[in-house]
C-alpha cells in the first residue's frame, strides 16, 4: 500500500485541508474531536451507570476506552467507505490512484485519534490507571486495529461504486456491531457458552484488550492480535488488488 512519492504531498495536502474544512465548519473547531466521545460517554454513564445502576466502578473510564477507540474506527469506515463517490470532483479533474481517496480519509481520521487518545492516556493516568509493563502492548494493539480499518475501509472504498446500495447498509451494520463490540457491557457479563462467538467481532476483541491493558494492567491473549493481524491483511491485499484492478472503470461508475 506504498504511496508513490508524487502523490504523498497530495495526500498530506488533501488531510490537512480536510481537517481544517472540519474545523471551519463550527465555532468550536478541533475541540469537537473530544467533545464528541465525552458526550456519547455522558449519555451512556447517564443510562447505565446513573439510571439502571449497572456501570460499577470505573465505570467513565471503562466507557471511554470502548467508545474512543470504537469512534475510530466507526467514523473511519463510514466516511472512507464513500470516499470515492464523495471525490468525484476530484476524479473527474485529473487522473490519482483511486487508492488514495479513501487513504485520506484513514489519515484524517487517524489523526484526530491520535489526539484524542492522548489526551484519554493522560486522564487515565491522573485518574489512577497510570502506566504499567502492559502499556507495552498497546502499540500492537493500535497497529493491529490500524489495519483492521485499513482492510475494512479500503475493502468497502472498493465495493461501494459498485454496489451503491452498500453505502444505507454500511451505517446499519455499524449500528449493529456497536451494541456486539462491549462498549458498555463487560464481556463478562456474557454466558460463557456465547462469550467466544461474541469475541469472534474483532472489535469486541480489541476494545476487551485495551481494557486489560490500560485498566487492569494485563496483556492481551495470545491468539486475539495475530488472527486479527492475519484477517486485517487478507482485507487489505483483497482491496489493494480489486482497486488497482478497476482504477480506470471507476470514473465511469461514478458519473453514472
Not at 490500560?214 to 492480535?225: A, D, E, S, T
Request: with cysteine.
Amino acid at each position: 500500500m506504498r504511496v508513490p512519492q508524487r502523490y504523498a504531498e497530495l495526500v498530506r495536502y488533501k488531510v490537512a485541508a480536510d481537517l481544517r474544512a472540519e474545523a471551519a465548519r463550527t465555532y468550536l473547531g478541533f475541540l469537537w474531536w473530544v467533545l464528541d466521545p465525552v458526550i456519547f460517554m455522558l449519555i451512556f454513564y447517564v443510562l447505565f451507570g446513573l439510571l439502571l445502576q449497572r456501570g460499577g466502578e470505573h465505570f467513565v473510564q471503562f466507557l471511554l476506552i470502548g467508545l474512543v477507540t470504537w469512534r475510530w474506527f466507526h467514523i473511519t469506515v463510514f466516511n472512507g467507505a464513500n470516499a470515492l463517490p464523495a471525490g468525484h470532483g476530484l476524479i473527474h479533474q485529473t487522473y490519482l490512484p483511486k487508492l488514495l481517496l479513501p487513504l485520506v480519509a484513514i489519515l484524517t481520521e487517524l489523526t484526530k485519534f491520535a489526539v484524542v487518545l492522548a489526551l484519554l492516556l493522560v486522564f487515565l493516568w491522573v485518574s489512577g490507571f497510570g502506566p504499567s509493563p502492559a502499556w507495552l502492548a498497546l502499540p500492537a494493539l493500535l497497529l493491529v486495529q490500524l489495519a483492521l480499518i485499513c482492510g475494512v475501509t479500503l475493502l468497502l472504498a472498493a465495493l461501494v461504486p459498485f454496489l451503491p446500495d452498500l453505502k444505507p447498509l454500511i451505517g446499519h451494520v455499524l449500528q449493529m456491531l456497536f451494541f456486539l463490540s462491549g462498549i458498555f457491557y463487560d464481556p463478562a457479563e456474557i454466558p460463557e457458552a456465547y462469550r467466544g462467538y461474541f469475541l469472534l467481532n474483532p472489535m469486541a476483541a480489541l476494545i476487551d484488550a485495551y481494557r486489560e491493558v490500560l485498566l487492569h494492567g494485563r496483556w492481551p491473549g495470545g491468539w486475539m492480535l495475530p488472527s486479527i493481524a492475519v484477517l486485517a491483511a487478507v482485507l487489505i491485499v483483497l482491496a489493494v488488488a480489486i482497486l488497482h484492478r478497476y482504477d480506470r472503470l471507476y470514473p465511469k461508475l461514478i458519473r453514472s
